[in-house]
Nanobody
Framework: QVQLAESGGGLVQAGGSLRLSCVSS????????MGWYRQAPGKQRELVAFIESDGTMKYADFVKGRFTISRDNTKNTVYLQMDSLKPEDTAVYYC?????????WGQGTQVTVSS
Protein backbone atom coordinates (compact mmCIF):
# COMPACT_ATOMS: atom_id res chain seq x y z
CA GLN A 1 0.00 0.00 0.00
CA VAL A 2 1.31 3.42 -0.94
CA GLN A 3 0.68 6.45 1.22
CA LEU A 4 0.78 10.03 0.07
CA ALA A 5 1.13 12.92 2.48
CA GLU A 6 0.31 16.43 1.29
CA SER A 7 1.28 19.65 3.00
CA GLY A 8 1.55 23.35 2.28
CA GLY A 9 -2.07 24.38 1.98
CA GLY A 10 -3.49 27.37 3.76
CA LEU A 11 -5.14 30.75 3.47
CA VAL A 12 -3.65 33.32 1.11
CA GLN A 13 -4.80 36.56 -0.46
CA ALA A 14 -5.49 36.82 -4.15
CA GLY A 15 -2.26 37.31 -6.06
CA GLY A 16 -0.28 35.39 -3.47
CA SER A 17 1.63 32.13 -3.66
CA LEU A 18 1.67 28.74 -2.02
CA ARG A 19 3.81 25.66 -2.50
CA LEU A 20 2.26 22.25 -1.99
CA SER A 21 4.33 19.17 -1.28
CA CYS A 22 3.43 15.50 -1.53
CA VAL A 23 5.66 12.81 -0.10
CA SER A 24 5.15 9.27 -1.34
CA SER A 25 5.91 6.29 0.89
CA UNK A 26 7.34 4.51 -2.15
CA UNK A 27 9.63 5.55 -4.94
CA UNK A 28 8.20 7.82 -7.62
CA UNK A 29 10.66 6.57 -10.20
CA UNK A 30 9.49 4.15 -12.89
CA UNK A 31 5.81 4.85 -12.42
CA UNK A 32 3.34 6.38 -14.83
CA UNK A 33 3.50 9.70 -13.02
CA MET A 34 2.46 11.97 -10.19
CA GLY A 35 -0.13 14.68 -10.25
CA TRP A 36 -2.26 17.19 -8.45
CA TYR A 37 -6.03 17.36 -8.63
CA ARG A 38 -8.44 19.68 -6.89
CA GLN A 39 -12.04 19.64 -5.82
CA ALA A 40 -14.06 22.70 -4.96
CA PRO A 41 -17.34 22.48 -3.01
CA GLY A 42 -20.14 21.20 -5.22
CA LYS A 43 -17.79 20.45 -8.10
CA GLN A 44 -16.11 17.38 -9.47
CA ARG A 45 -12.46 16.63 -8.87
CA GLU A 46 -10.36 17.98 -11.74
CA LEU A 47 -6.80 17.63 -12.94
CA VAL A 48 -4.50 20.54 -12.15
CA ALA A 49 -1.09 19.28 -13.21
CA PHE A 50 0.67 16.00 -13.94
CA ILE A 51 4.29 15.01 -14.39
CA GLU A 52 5.04 11.81 -16.26
CA SER A 53 7.93 9.45 -15.68
CA ASP A 54 9.94 11.02 -18.49
CA GLY A 55 9.46 14.48 -17.02
CA THR A 56 6.72 15.61 -19.36
CA MET A 57 4.46 18.07 -17.59
CA LYS A 58 0.80 18.65 -18.32
CA TYR A 59 -1.36 21.46 -17.01
CA ALA A 60 -5.01 22.34 -16.98
CA ASP A 61 -5.67 25.43 -19.07
CA PHE A 62 -6.87 27.37 -16.05
CA VAL A 63 -3.44 27.16 -14.34
CA LYS A 64 -1.07 27.48 -17.27
CA GLY A 65 1.49 30.16 -16.62
CA ARG A 66 0.62 30.34 -12.91
CA PHE A 67 1.32 26.88 -11.46
CA THR A 68 4.42 24.71 -11.83
CA ILE A 69 4.72 21.03 -11.01
CA SER A 70 8.09 19.53 -10.16
CA ARG A 71 9.53 16.54 -8.40
CA ASP A 72 12.53 15.39 -6.39
CA ASN A 73 13.05 11.68 -6.99
CA THR A 74 15.59 11.44 -4.18
CA LYS A 75 12.91 12.57 -1.72
CA ASN A 76 9.96 10.77 -3.35
CA THR A 77 8.30 14.17 -3.40
CA VAL A 78 6.27 16.11 -5.92
CA TYR A 79 5.61 19.83 -5.60
CA LEU A 80 3.07 22.28 -6.90
CA GLN A 81 4.19 25.89 -6.93
CA MET A 82 1.11 28.09 -7.17
CA ASP A 83 1.56 31.75 -8.06
CA SER A 84 -0.90 34.52 -8.88
CA LEU A 85 -3.59 32.69 -6.96
CA LYS A 86 -7.22 33.58 -7.58
CA PRO A 87 -10.30 33.09 -5.40
CA GLU A 88 -11.51 30.48 -7.88
CA ASP A 89 -8.44 28.38 -7.04
CA THR A 90 -10.00 27.70 -3.64
CA ALA A 91 -10.36 23.93 -3.28
CA VAL A 92 -9.01 20.84 -1.61
CA TYR A 93 -5.90 19.80 -3.49
CA TYR A 94 -5.13 16.08 -3.76
CA CYS A 95 -1.90 14.36 -4.61
CA UNK A 96 -2.19 11.50 -7.09
CA UNK A 97 0.21 8.64 -7.80
CA UNK A 98 -0.34 6.49 -10.85
CA UNK A 99 1.26 3.17 -11.69
CA UNK A 100 0.14 0.68 -14.29
CA UNK A 101 -3.26 -0.45 -13.07
CA UNK A 102 -3.18 1.37 -9.74
CA UNK A 103 -3.98 4.85 -8.56
CA UNK A 104 -3.38 6.28 -5.10
CA TRP A 105 -4.68 9.46 -3.54
CA GLY A 106 -3.59 11.58 -0.64
CA GLN A 107 -5.97 12.92 1.99
CA GLY A 108 -5.95 16.40 0.50
CA THR A 109 -4.87 19.82 1.66
CA GLN A 110 -7.13 22.85 1.76
CA VAL A 111 -6.20 25.94 -0.24
CA THR A 112 -8.27 29.04 0.35
CA VAL A 113 -7.73 32.24 -1.62
CA SER A 114 -9.40 35.36 -0.31
CA SER A 115 -10.36 38.26 -2.52
Amino acid sequence: QVQLAESGGGLVQAGGSLRLSCVSSKSIVNIVGMGWYRQAPGKQRELVAFIESDGTMKYADFVKGRFTISRDNTKNTVYLQMDSLKPEDTAVYYCHRETTGKVYWGQGTQVTVSS
